[in-house]
């Protein structure tokens, strides 16, 4: 355990980058599937090509001061973008004010980031780019080493190698013995990212987190088939039910270990 802050400075702190952030996150969305930079051009209207002021950049704010519409040529411009802005900032702070350690926290806030324009990509494309996963595991690992190297880690080394085993483990298996029909190669690249993000937080989480991932995506495609909604054989994005399972480990993931081993008497 590191050091923590107080939850106004927290919330002080997050929140204000978490809109900026989730102001990058709709360039990353909209730019990396198409495989363009996400630095240059800067951002324009795709309908009149003019470039985006920095007056009307503000996120959430210069869209409310818009009413949603282009300065120029009051094209409407898609509510996802505030949305997307004011969810990662929710998010970001949640998950900031939950673990309350510095050296853990900057280890999970960049995979979560990640997780919001992994998840949007892969329901529009259904595809997890390699370098977004990469470079969230590459900012995941400084916390998780100063964190590993502190007086009292908030997990054992050996907890964090094991969750990272389950989920390559599970997932690399899946890719495999199906041949890549059930699960993307998108998806095994992203597990030892949740994994790492996890596992830094014990074992209890990470494996909580890989097995609601799987729970969730069976309980959401039973019920698409059920309804008619998505067609026998079809392919249903497994990307965003793995956040949301390693959310799960990640809010719940002690809870329901404590819970599991009293019930099992294992406690």
Do not use: K
């Not at 630095?39 to 001061?65: E, F, K, M, T």
């Amino acid at each position: 355990m590191t050091a923590t802050l107080p939850w106004p400075l927290v919330v002080g702190l997050v929140a204000p980058l978490g809109l900026a952030i989730g102001s990058f996150l709709n360039v990353v969305v909209h730019r990396v599937p198409l495989g363009l930079s996400v630095v240059h051009p800067p951002s324009a209207c795709p309908q009149c090509r003019q470039p985006v002021r920095g007056r009307d950049n503000v996120p959430v704010l210069s869209w409310l001061l818009l009413r949603g519409r282009c300065r120029d040529c009051r094209t409407p411009i898609s509510v996802r973008y505030p949305l997307v802005e004011a969810g990662t900032a929710a998010l970001l702070v949640a998950v900031a004010l939950h673990l309350q350690d510095v050296a853990v926290a900057l280890a999970v806030l960049p995979v979560a980031a990640a997780g919001v324009a992994l998840a949007l990509i892969d329901l529009e494309h259904q595809r997890l780019p390699f370098a977004i996963s990469g470079v969230a595991l590459a900012l995941a690992l400084p916390g998780v080493v100063v964190d590993q190297l502190g007086a009292s880690p908030a997990a054992p080394l050996w907890e964090l190698l094991v969750a990272v085993a389950a989920w390559v483990g599970v997932y690399g298996g899946a890719w495999l013995l199906t041949g890549g029909r059930g699960m993307g190669l998108g998806d095994v690249a992203l597990a030892p990212v949740l994994a790492v993000a996890l596992g830094a937080l014990g074992l209890g989480p990470a494996l909580v987190g890989l097995m609601a991932g799987f729970v969730l995506g069976a309980l959401v495609g039973g019920l698409l088939l059920a309804t008619g909604r998505l067609r026998r054989g079809a392919r249903l994005p497994h990307g965003p039910f793995m956040l949301l399972g390693a959310a799960v480990g990640l809010f719940a993931g002690d809870p329901v270990t404590g819970a599991y081993l009293s019930l099992t008497g294992l406690a």
